[in-house]
């Protein structure tokens, strides 16, 4: 079956780590999408990349790196410059034209001992 | 810009109707979304609004004024399961990016 497929769901760093969450796409969409959700609170972008070996930084990219090599995969990278990395990330993709909903994986739990 | 509100929490019992509204203000319009998302769990899709008017599907309604940057979801014969919140999001013009709103808290009770 076609999805999105996040990893790992739940993940643990100590303080001045850098961690990678994968993700990856099987739905042949071009535009992918990071974002974070703070308890109670809603989505805010982090990075987006419309093509391959193309992204822009969303509202909140200070302390975040992504890459988009191949068109399935676009990680995200929480350097150890995100002061405050504890929440819910959320990968997305969509096929890239207007008025397509996005899709969503599963999100990955970020918890900073 | 974006700037996106929705009002945070309400309570409603099972087999009510109940409205959650959403304001906003944008440089650039391309549509506005609807999702529901279950804690814990990732959005999933609920409605699409671009023109002005009514949209029905099944117990769900969303319903779009362009003019006045509003729009509202309406969930008929609520269910417990309906216990959710309730999130809008906005397509800005020419980059397919999505601003989401805080999310609407809906608890329903017996």
């Known amino acids: 079956d076609g999805g999105i497929t996040q990893s790992p769901k739940y993940l643990f760093r100590k303080e001045g780590q850098n961690v990678t969450l994968s993700c990856e796409q099987n739905?042949?969409?071009?535009?992918m999408y990071w974002y974070r959700q703070d308890p109670g609170q809603g989505l805010r972008l982090i990075y987006y990349?419309?093509?391959?070996?193309?992204?822009q930084k969303g509202d909140i990219a200070e302390g975040y790196s992504v890459s988009r090599e191949k068109k399935e995969s676009f990680p995200l990278t929480v350097t150890s410059a995100q002061k405050n990395p504890t929440a819910f990330y959320l990968c997305?993709?969509?096929?890239?034209?207007?008025?397509?909903?996005?899709?969503f994986g599963e999100g990955s739990w970020l918890t900073v001992v | 810009g974006q700037n996106i509100d929705q009002p945070t929490e309400m309570t409603a019992t099972e087999g009510a109707i109940v409205q959650i509204n959403c304001t906003y203000q944008?440089?650039?319009?391309?549509?506005l979304f609807w999702y529901q998302q279950h804690a814990g769990e990732a959005p999933t899709f609920l409605s699409y609004?671009?023109?002005?008017g009514l949209e029905e599907k099944g117990r769900f309604s969303s319903f779009l004024s362009r003019s006045k940057g509003y729009s509202y979801l309406l969930l008929k014969e609520l269910q417990m399961k309906d216990s959710a919140s309730y999130l809008c999001?906005?397509?800005?013009?020419?980059?397919?990016?999505?601003?989401f709103g805080k999310g609407n808290q809906v608890v329903v009770i017996p």
């Open positions: 990349s419309q093509i391959v070996n193309d992204f």
């Open positions: 944008t440089s650039g319009f391309n549509g």
């Open positions: 609004n671009v023109l002005d």
């Open positions: 999001a906005v397509e800005d013009y020419g980059n397919n990016r999505l601003a």
């Open positions: 739905l042949n969409h071009d535009a």
């Open positions: 997305a993709s969509n096929p890239g034209t207007v008025g397509n909903t996005i899709y």
